[in-house]
């Protein structure tokens, strides 16, 4: 009996801990804190009830004063990252790499925790990983081996987002763990696989969490500051920059892909209860390898039965996320045939015990069986153990199952080298056409930079219909990251009736960067010569300097180089050309530049040169000013304004003048209601979208806390006070600032409203013929739509082919009407229901056969011309009509309904055609450019950016080729 029970005793206690060794020894206090800050039995689990002692290796709790998940604390990344190097000093399971710094400057880190035999052949396992990625090498003997003797690596990555603060911490304790257990479960993680850990992705936006988070214990919660800023630019979004590759942190956790290949990027957010998992509710993003699809659904399906078999409640996949874009940082991984995916648990304020309440996601559904419980005090420990319960149970997954996720990653690898044989296509060209060179070889550098290969034709070619000339770039699919190419290259098609998209649905790069790009099927295009190029491609500048030259010439393509041109030479005299002319043969469009010697400093010739070899740009001498009318253009000093409750979308924007090397000042709406006089300052003013959260009085009431909000750097706060710092953010644009923005385009300013912050302007009289519509039906998310200039001779459109649909990012609204009717507040729906629809009228024929009335002539006869009406009855008649309504210009019109999409989601197009995609509206001495779409958008739109740097660059002269007259004038 004695002997009975003890077995029973020895059998049960290793049921209950089904991934512990009785050999640990345990550090006791430690489990106790757990224990203590769990708020509920069933939010632990044997993973994480418990933490190992290791002799030498210090716990979280010796090194920080504190266990991971204690409550109201947070640490800042200097301890977060020295907990890590403490740990590689003490133990050879450890590693520490610099992955670079941030856009502020602070550095980033991999963690390399193995077992020491694995850590001691750690550069043989990467190069063994880098084989397997790139299969073309390898025979099956090879193969065969690489996967027998190979160490997959899981890479783990947390604080991507600022205000989710559990990863970064549960992260130390993992890594401790890892080094210091010795249970069955850690050994065999340990033994097979590689466990990458980035703590903080966003170190700069972290640590100025800790410190808002910080300040808000020390005024005990009274005095919160609001985490205005995250990163340098952007909030969220350093979650959608996967693709177009704008912040720094994007491109070291690239790079770092490229140098490691981890088979698995697992990335740890907080928002929604208890523990989702990513697999999505569809439509799946259909270029992925289907084999990546059934990762993320088998792990997942994993994660929810382990951890709902120990009891949590509330741990599903599905239901959430779509599946959809390929912006989120675990696309680093995905690109690259590896498998990507993210946790998203229950978080909260910083480091609080709240009772949370779970909304929607506390009901069962289909995908959620064990769903959480409709309220529920959490605390940031349960966090800490269901994130790092559902790691231990991934890692363990691929861990003992090392070789399956190796050969996958191996399969993939081949599946995308044999793309053009199976699915398709063969290649991508991009044509050398010669008219946009410089867009065109930023697009090639943004695939390198991708880790995709680029050849280069040698010799013209000739596939089916198409005929591409030598130097052409082709972007053959039988190479490892054909689906990465694939994917950024071909058209998105987002049926309307499937679930609600989570973010943009187009994506397609071609089209963005206004680059004309061909998806070849036949296998032909892989024949021709072509070399395979070295990254990055350079296109090499040139001045071309006749005897005689009086004036240099350069061509206006529409490409952001020239701008950053005219701002690299800021003392040197420009001029535009109003219209496109001829020179020698050489054609030169509207808008190119103009640069006489007369006038300007001596070496000016020299100074030119560099700056067109530096930006890839040609100037030709001519021997004297061409006969095209011209204006001057200056560098317009430019604002950026951002208001302090959203800097989100800004951040585009700061983004891509800073790329372009143009400067501009960042000023707040406050700064704008306290300088009544912009205009001696300023020559635009941007008003980037994301400022109008609710309706437009608040953004013009501003944030009215009862006490004051600093961001400032202080010895509390060493981390606020960037990119700009106020010792109190409170108030908006008020009145006052309304007015002075008014006053600022009377006098002559350019101002740019940008998307929501058209209603800005409108709502507040700024113009009378312009209504914004809310047409119900139009269903238009994040979407490339094309567009057609309208007003062929506004400077606006320069550069641009007037006979060509332009690629351009519109996102829901706004959608701007104008006229007669919209200066009556009516908007297309409104008239629809008012009876007049648009369109053909119901009546005979084929839908574009012409209309018939009854009972008079088919058509009348023109004769003469009209006489008009005349003197005061022309005066009372304009008494009532809109000021504005002759002068303002639509210069972007969006295609017909039939025409209007390019790439992603629309659905009753019908409400957006033909509607106005930029508006020119002048006013006083000034304009207001309305922009409908966005023309910076998160480092994507590239080939929009022209029509706002035009519209800056040539401010003064906005009304240039227009035959109407200036407002006011
Ligand atoms: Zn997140």
């Given at each position: 009996m004695k002997?009975?029970?003890?077995?029973?005793?020895?059998l049960?206690?290793?049921?209950?801990?089904?991934?512990?060794?009785?050999?640990?020894?345990?550090?006791?206090?430690?489990?106790?804190?757990?224990?203590?800050?769990t708020?509920e039995?069933f939010?632990?689990?044997?993973?994480?009830?418990?933490l190992?002692?290791?002799?030498g290796?210090?716990?979280?709790l010796?090194?920080?004063?504190?266990?991971?998940?204690?409550?109201?604390?947070?640490?800042?990344?200097?301890?977060?990252?020295?907990?890590?190097?403490?740990?590689?000093?003490?133990?050879?399971?450890?590693?520490?790499?610099?992955?670079g710094?941030?856009?502020?400057?602070k550095?980033m880190i991999?963690?390399?925790?193995?077992?020491?035999?694995?850590?001691?052949?750690?550069?043989?396992?990467?190069?063994?990983?880098?084989?397997?990625?790139?299969?073309?090498?390898?025979?099956?003997?090879?193969a065969d081996?690489?996967?027998?003797n190979?160490?997959?690596?899981?890479?783990?990555?947390?604080g991507?987002?600022?205000?989710?603060?559990?990863?970064?911490?549960?992260?130390?304790?993992l890594?401790?763990?890892?080094?210091?257990?010795?249970?069955d479960?850690?050994?065999?993680?340990?033994s097979?696989?590689?466990?990458?850990?980035t703590?903080?992705l966003?170190?700069?936006?972290?640590?100025?969490?800790?410190?808002?988070?910080?300040?808000?214990?020390?005024?005990?919660?009274?005095?919160?500051?609001?985490?205005?800023?995250?990163?340098?630019?952007?909030?969220?979004?350093?979650n959608?920059?996967?693709?177009?590759?704008?912040?720094?942190?994007?491109?070291?956790?690239?790079?770092?892909?490229?140098?490691w290949?981890?088979?698995?990027?697992?990335?740890?957010?907080e928002?929604?209860p208890?523990?989702?998992?990513s697999?999505?509710t569809?439509?799946?993003?259909?270029?992925?390898?289907?084999?990546?699809?059934?990762?993320?659904?088998?792990?997942?399906?994993?994660?929810?039965t382990?951890?709902?078999?120990?009891?949590?409640?509330g741990?599903?996949?599905h239901g959430?996320?779509?599946g959809?874009?390929?912006?989120?940082?675990?696309?680093a991984?995905i690109?690259?045939?590896?498998?990507?995916?993210?946790?998203?648990?229950?978080?909260?304020?910083?480091?609080?015990?709240?009772?949370?309440?779970?909304?929607?996601?506390?009901?069962?559904?289909?995908?959620?069986p064990?769903?959480?419980?409709?309220t529920?005090?959490?605390?940031?420990?349960?966090?800490i153990?269901?994130q790092q319960?559902?790691?231990?149970v991934?890692?363990?997954?691929?861990?003992?199952?090392?070789?399956?996720?190796?050969?996958?990653?191996?399969?993939?690898?081949?599946r995308?080298v044999?793309?053009?044989?199976?699915?398709?296509?063969?290649?991508?060209?991009?044509?050398?056409?010669?008219?946009?060179?410089?867009?065109?070889?930023?697009?090639?550098?943004l695939?390198?930079?991708h880790g995709?290969?680029?050849?280069?034709?040698e010799?013209?070619?000739e596939?089916?219909?198409?005929?591409?000339?030598?130097?052409s770039?082709?972007?053959?699919?039988?190479?490892?990251?054909?689906?990465?190419a694939?994917?950024?290259?071909?058209?998105?098609?987002?049926?309307?009736?499937?679930?609600?998209?989570?973010?943009?649905?187009?994506?397609?790069?071609?089209?963005?960067?206004?680059?004309?790009?061909?998806?070849?099927?036949?296998?032909?295009?892989?024949?021709?010569?072509m070399?395979?190029l070295p990254?990055?491609?350079?296109?090499?500048?040139?001045?071309?300097?006749?005897?005689?030259?009086?004036?240099?010439?350069?061509?206006?393509?529409?490409?952001?180089?020239?701008?950053?041109?005219?701002?690299?030479?800021?003392?040197?005299?420009?001029?535009?050309?109003?219209?496109?002319?001829?020179?020698?043969?050489?054609?030169?469009?509207?808008?190119?530049?103009l640069?006489?010697?007369?006038?300007?400093?001596?070496?000016?010739?020299?100074?030119?040169?560099?700056?067109?070899q530096?930006?890839g740009?040609?100037?030709?001498?001519l021997?004297?000013?061409?006969?095209?009318?011209?204006?001057?253009?200056?560098?317009?000093?430019?604002?950026?304004?951002?208001?302090?409750?959203?800097?989100q979308?800004?951040?585009w924007?700061?983004?891509?003048?800073?790329?372009?090397?143009?400067?501009?000042?960042?000023?707040?709406?406050?700064?704008?209601?306290?300088?009544?006089?912009?205009?001696?300052?300023?020559?635009?003013?941007?008003?980037?979208?994301g400022?109008i959260?609710?309706?437009?009085?608040?953004?013009v009431?501003?944030i009215?806390?009862?006490?004051?909000?600093?961001?400032?750097?202080?010895?509390?706060?060493?981390?606020?006070?960037?990119?700009?710092?106020?010792?109190?953010?409170?108030?908006g644009?008020?009145?006052?600032?309304?007015?002075?923005?008014?006053?600022?385009?009377?006098?002559?300013g350019l101002?740019?409203?940008?998307?929501s912050?058209?209603?800005?302007p409108i709502?507040?009289?700024?113009?009378?013929?312009?209504?914004?519509g809310?047409?119900?039906?139009l269903?238009?998310?994040?979407?490339?739509?094309?567009?057609?200039?309208?007003?062929?001779?506004?400077?606006?459109?320069?550069g641009?082919?007037?006979?060509?649909?332009?690629?351009?990012?519109?996102?829901?609204?706004?959608?701007?009407?104008?006229?007669?009717?919209?200066?009556?507040?009516?908007?297309?729906?409104?008239?629809?229901?008012?009876?007049?629809?648009?369109?053909?009228?119901?009546?005979?024929?084929?839908?574009?056969?012409p209309?018939?009335?009854?009972?008079?002539?088919?058509?009348?006869?023109?004769?003469?011309?009209?006489t008009?009406?005349?003197g005061?009855?022309?005066?009372?008649?304009?008494?009532?009509?809109?000021?504005?309504?002759?002068?303002?210009?639509?210069?972007?019109r969006?295609?017909a309904?039939a025409?209007?999409l390019?790439?992603?989601?629309?659905?009753n197009?019908?409400?957006?055609?033909?509607?106005?995609?930029?508006?020119?509206?002048?006013?006083?001495?000034?304009?207001?450019?309305?922009?409908?779409?966005?023309?910076?958008?998160?480092?994507?739109?590239?080939?929009?950016?022209p029509?706002?740097?035009?519209?800056?660059?040539?401010?003064?002269?906005?009304?240039a080729?227009?035959?109407?007259?200036?407002?006011?004038?």
């Amino acid at each position: 009996m004695k002997r009975f029970s003890l077995l029973f005793v020895i059998l049960f206690l290793s049921f209950l801990g089904a991934g512990r060794a009785g050999a640990e020894d345990l550090d006791q206090p430690y489990a106790a804190k757990i224990s203590e800050y769990t708020s509920e039995k069933f939010f632990l689990t044997e993973l994480v009830d418990h933490l190992p002692r290791a002799k030498g290796v210090p716990t979280p709790l010796e090194y920080l004063g504190h266990i991971v998940g204690a409550p109201d604390i947070l640490d800042y990344s200097r301890d977060i990252h020295g907990y890590m190097r403490a740990l590689a000093k003490a133990s050879p399971r450890v590693q520490v790499f610099t992955m670079g710094p941030t856009d502020q400057g602070k550095e980033m880190i991999l963690v390399a925790v193995s077992s020491e035999a694995n850590m001691a052949r750690l550069g043989e396992i990467r190069e063994s990983l880098r084989q397997l990625a790139d299969p073309r090498k390898l025979n099956e003997a090879q193969a065969d081996k690489l996967v027998l003797n190979g160490i997959p690596a899981y890479w783990l990555t947390g604080g991507l987002h600022s205000r989710e603060n559990g990863s970064p911490e549960m992260l130390m304790e993992l890594a401790y763990r890892i080094v210091a257990g010795e249970s069955d479960w850690i050994r065999s993680i340990r033994s097979n696989a590689v466990v990458l850990i980035t703590p903080i992705l966003e170190v700069d936006g972290w640590d100025r969490a800790v410190d808002a988070y910080r300040y808000g214990k020390a005024h005990k919660g009274k005095q919160l500051i609001h985490l205005a800023y995250w990163g340098n630019y952007v909030m969220h979004d350093n979650n959608r920059d996967v693709i177009g590759m704008g912040l720094k942190l994007s491109r070291n956790v690239l790079n770092t892909y490229l140098q490691w290949h981890p088979q698995v990027l697992h990335d740890l957010h907080e928002s929604i209860p208890f523990l989702y998992i990513s697999a999505g509710t569809g439509p799946y993003n259909a270029w992925l390898d289907p084999i990546t699809i059934n990762e993320w659904e088998e792990m997942a399906a994993i994660e929810v039965t382990e951890l709902t078999r120990r009891g949590i409640p509330g741990v599903w996949a599905h239901g959430f996320w779509d599946g959809w874009a390929p912006t989120y940082i675990e696309y680093a991984a995905i690109f690259h045939n590896s498998l990507g995916r993210f946790y998203e648990t229950f978080g909260g304020i910083g480091a609080d015990t709240q009772v949370r309440a779970s909304g929607d996601q506390s009901k069962r559904a289909w995908y959620r069986p064990n769903p959480p419980f409709e309220t529920i005090r959490w605390s940031f420990r349960n966090n800490i153990n269901l994130q790092q319960s559902g790691v231990l149970v991934a890692l363990k997954q691929v861990a003992d199952n090392r070789q399956k996720y190796l050969r996958q990653f191996l399969l993939k690898s081949r599946r995308s080298v044999a793309k053009p044989g199976n699915e398709g296509p063969a290649a991508y060209v991009i044509a050398a056409d010669g008219k946009r060179p410089l867009a065109a070889a930023n697009l090639v550098n943004l695939l390198f930079s991708h880790g995709v290969e680029i050849h280069q034709l040698e010799k013209e070619a000739e596939i089916g219909v198409d005929k591409f000339a030598a130097g052409s770039y082709v972007i053959r699919m039988d190479q490892p990251y054909s689906r990465c190419a694939d994917m950024l290259l071909d058209i998105q098609y987002y049926n309307p009736k499937d679930p609600k998209p989570y973010d943009d649905t187009g994506w397609t790069l071609g089209p963005l960067f206004n680059v004309k790009t061909a998806r070849i099927t036949s296998a032909a295009i892989l024949e021709q010569p072509m070399k395979r190029l070295p990254a990055p491609v350079r296109i090499s500048g040139s001045l071309e300097k006749a005897p005689g030259t009086t004036v240099f010439a350069v061509n206006h393509r529409a490409e952001n180089e020239l701008f950053s041109l005219r701002y690299a030479l800021r003392d040197i005299r420009m001029r535009a050309a109003e219209k496109g002319f001829s020179v020698e043969g050489k054609r030169f469009n509207a808008g190119s530049l103009l640069i006489p010697l007369k006038g300007n400093p001596a070496d000016l010739p020299r100074r030119l040169e560099k700056a067109l070899q530096k930006f890839g740009l040609a100037a030709i001498g001519l021997a004297a000013m061409p006969d095209v009318a011209s204006h001057e253009v200056d560098c317009p000093r430019i604002a950026i304004a951002h208001s302090w409750t959203y800097t989100q979308d800004d951040g585009w924007f700061r983004l891509a003048f800073e790329q372009l090397e143009i400067p501009y000042a960042y000023v707040s709406l406050q700064d704008i209601r306290d300088t009544p006089d912009l205009r001696r300052k300023y020559d635009c003013i941007i008003l980037p979208p994301g400022l109008i959260v609710g309706n437009v009085q608040r953004l013009v009431n501003g944030i009215t806390a009862g006490y004051p909000i600093p961001w400032q750097k202080t010895a509390a706060t060493p981390n606020l006070g960037s990119p700009v710092s106020s010792a109190d953010i409170r108030g908006g644009l008020e009145l006052q600032g309304v007015l002075n923005l008014q006053r600022f385009v009377a006098a002559g300013g350019l101002f740019i409203p940008i998307a929501s912050s058209c209603q800005l302007p409108i709502d507040y009289g700024f113009v009378e013929s312009l209504a914004i519509g809310r047409p119900k039906e139009l269903q238009a998310p994040g979407v490339i739509l094309a567009a057609t200039v309208s007003d062929a001779f506004s400077p606006v459109v320069y550069g641009y082919e007037r006979d060509k649909p332009l690629a351009v990012y519109f996102n829901r609204g706004p959608v701007i009407e104008t006229g007669i009717a919209a200066s009556m507040g009516a908007t297309s729906d409104d008239m629809r229901e008012m009876g007049d629809v648009p369109g053909k009228p119901s009546g005979r024929g084929a839908p574009r056969d012409p209309d018939l009335a009854q009972g008079r002539p088919a058509k009348v006869e023109i004769k003469g011309g009209g006489t008009g009406m005349e003197g005061d009855i022309k005066e009372a008649f304009d008494m009532y009509l809109p000021r504005d309504l002759r002068t303002i210009r639509v210069l972007l019109r969006f295609d017909a309904a039939a025409k209007l999409l390019v790439s992603g989601l629309l659905e009753n197009g019908e409400a957006l055609a033909n509607k106005a995609a930029v508006i020119d509206a002048p006013l006083g001495q000034g304009h207001i450019l309305f922009f409908a779409i966005n023309p910076m958008w998160r480092m994507e739109t590239q080939g929009s950016i022209p029509l706002l740097l035009n519209a800056v660059l040539n401010y003064r002269n906005l009304q240039a080729g227009s035959a109407k007259p200036a407002a006011g004038k």
